[in-house]
């Protein structure tokens, strides 16, 4: 992971053009001196953060959504379906892998099968949303699709099996579950969105798969794991319905069965925070992990609520209520969007630490129909519950910044939630939203990343300013002249001109003044609560101060390991440090230091790791207990 930025402006050696800005620039009324040659300057960029994937192997943007994740030993692997669509629908061709070591630096690994390689898919273009699971040394990968006439058609779950979490994995030759399975139901997509889970209770072991769009559905695999397990002794027949005995399963949560659209209030439930919410799609089993692997606790199904979808969770307290499909509603955690209308989320724990994948649209010209795969820490309160997140434009590993004029007021966007009307999408236009000047904008919407320049990411004096709490959003140039808040919806040189900006020195003397790219000689300022553009601003007016830095203030220090027999090496390679600083951002890192080397590791007892991380001359220690025990006791 790269290390802190530069917090201070860094000035630029560049010659610029008397003609490209002029003294009357500033505003002759304005007593503030008066520059005659304005100068570039650099401000430090993020470059990591959301999304943490939307490329290929040669670096150019690929969409993809429905993310799942599979953790094999030391290695993260996450998985989305390749969108596309140019136009408002979806056109999916293949499925696509990366890994990662640390969640933070991802790797393109391959495309791990096309669509078009299923024998019994009607067409070569629904890579719709899968999850891969590792089982006795192969890889199985439970996907859906359309399926042909030879299936019945309609959309179906298949599994493929690897070698490789890499791929390429080949199908078996048919649909593990067709739409006709699932008879009864509303429409002919029900079927899709598996999600599956492995685990051994009472020194029995279980496998189970789960999927489903307006009602939901589990089933038990056999050990061969492509192949339904007979639960109602009959195994020439697929039996369906509610609770125990059936082979498949259908969920119920809060008791309400889930039989007809998403209009009928027969199927829906209200909460505790009195919104009505439906189950929608996208399910996704999780539980959570003690340091040494093993489950614990609720299990959780995490899944879409509503339309336009948001993201919420049910729990069940026994493996019995687990397979018999009954559920009780945890709560909302995540609003729509504000760039795509679907969402899917991945929930898993590495190296001690959870977390949630999910996707929109944030890369340019995205949608919910060209997504991208984003992550945020995922924080179980200890009784379990968990309460509503923001998705956000920094993730784990990219660096918020705040900008302030020159009163100390901040550059903040008007509060809004993003709400499931799809007539206020995308957010363009009459549906762009208003950047101001406040002394009192929430912190969050008063957070900003600097990105590249995307009018020309090469050049170090362009930036393009981000929304924290509204990814996918930017400072936008409107061809009125009015400074929006809008979405990066139009992928041209215009649309990146809109929302880029050239930094320069500020022409107050102090800070940084930005100038339009997509209208040159015009510069924002902050004029009576509101960020403006105009060609004569006030030296004052149009120099911000920007502050990316932020001081490390603590550290928590996570070892997987931590029980050793007398004689062996301590390792520390699943050692991980998240940093938290002091305008609230945390990042993972990795060159911290331990005195591993000077404990006695051939006597047992309790040993004290001391862990060191320094960085901007400040160092932070930790020490966490190691036990060291004789051999042949449980470890």
């Known amino acids: 992971m790269k290390g802190k930025k530069l917090l201070a402006a860094i000035l630029a050696v560049s010659m610029i053009p008397v003609s490209a800005i002029a003294v009357s620039a500033i505003d002759s009324k304005s007593d503030e001196k008066q520059l005659q040659v304005p100068v570039e300057t650099t401000l430090a960029k993020s470059e990591l953060g959301n999304p943490f994937l939307g490329f290929d192997e040669n670096g150019n943007r690929v969409y993809g959504g429905d993310p799942s994740i599979l953790v094999d030993g030391d290695t993260v692997y996450a998985y989305v379906g390749n969108d596309t669509a140019s136009g408002e629908g979806y056109w999916m061709p293949n499925w696509r892998c990366y890994s990662s070591t640390d969640m933070v630096n991802w790797k393109y690994e391959s495309i791990i099968m096309e669509n078009g390689d299923v024998s019994w898919a009607a067409n070569n273009h ?49 649909p593990l579950v067709r739409n006709i399975d699932t008879p009864n139901g509303v429409h002919t997509w029900e079927d899709i969105d598996p999600t599956a889970w492995i685990e051994t209770v009472d020194g029995v072991e279980h496998r189970v798969l789960g999927w489903g769009n307006n009602r939901f559905f589990n089933c038990e695999l056999n050990e061969d794991m492509i192949s339904i397990k007979d639960r109602d002794g009959n195994p020439n027949n697929l039996s369906v319905g509610y609770g125990s005995g059936y082979d498949i399963s259908i969920g119920r949560i809060n008791g309400v069965d889930r039989k007809q659209g998403m209009n009928d209030s027969n199927s829906t439930w209200t909460a505790d925070d009195g919104r009505t919410y439906f189950y929608t799609e996208a399910p996704y089993y999780f539980r959570r992990q003690d340091e040494n692997g093993n489950y614990y606790g609720k299990y959780y199904m995490f899944f879409a609520t509503n339309w336009r979808e948001e993201m919420a969770y049910a729990t069940c307290d026994t493996y019995e209520q687990f397979l018999n499909n009954d559920w009780t509603f945890g709560g909302r955690i995540m609003t729509p969007t504000a760039t795509a209308n679907t969402n899917h989320m991945a929930v898993f724990t590495f190296k001690g630490q959870d977390y949630f994948v999910y996707h929109n649209g944030t890369l340019p010209h995205g949608s919910g129909y060209r997504r991208v795969a984003c992550v945020e820490e995922l924080n179980i309160n200890e009784d379990g519950s968990i309460d509503l997140f923001t998705e956000t434009s920094t993730g784990i590993s990219g660096v918020s910044t705040q900008i302030t004029d020159a009163t100390g007021a901040y550059i903040a966007h008007n509060e809004f939630t993003n709400t499931t009307n799809d007539g206020e999408y995308p957010k363009v236009g009459n549906n762009a939203q208003q950047v101001l000047v406040s002394d009192d904008a929430k912190e969050d919407d008063a957070k900003w990343e600097l990105e590249l320049g995307l009018a020309d990411p090469d050049n170090d004096a362009y930036v393009s300013i981000q929304s924290y709490n509204k990814p996918g959003m930017y400072i936008t140039v409107e061809d009125s002249g009015e400074v929006t808040l809008a979405q990066h919806w139009d992928d041209n040189d215009t649309g990146r001109a809109k929302i880029t900006f050239r930094t320069l020195e500020g022409f107050a003397g102090y800070g940084v003044t930005f100038e339009s790219v997509y209208k040159p000689g015009y510069y924002l300022a902050s004029v009576d609560g509101d960020l403006v553009l105009t060609k004569n601003p006030a030296a004052e007016a149009c120099s911000f101060n920007v502050d990316t830095d932020s001081e490390v203030s603590s550290m928590k220090v996570q070892k997987t390991k931590r029980m050793y027999t007398v004689g062996s090496e301590l390792n520390t390679d699943d050692i991980r440090i998240k940093a938290t600083y002091e305008n609230g951002d945390t990042r993972w890192i990795t060159d911290f230091t331990t005195d591993a080397d000077e404990i006695d590791m051939s006597k047992a007892g309790n040993k004290t790791l001391t862990v060191t991380y320094t960085e901007d001359g400040k160092t932070l220690t930790e020490k966490i207990t190691i036990r060291v025990v004789e051999k042949g006791k449980t470890l």
């Open 126 to 174: 629904e890579a719709w949303a899968a999850q891969v699971m590792k089982y006795k040394d192969k890889y199985y990968f439970y996907y859906c699709t359309e399926g042909n006439s030879s299936v019945n058609g309609g959309k179906c779950i298949g599994v493929a099996v690897s070698d490789s979490p890499t791929g390429p994995f080949t199908d078996i030759g048919k």
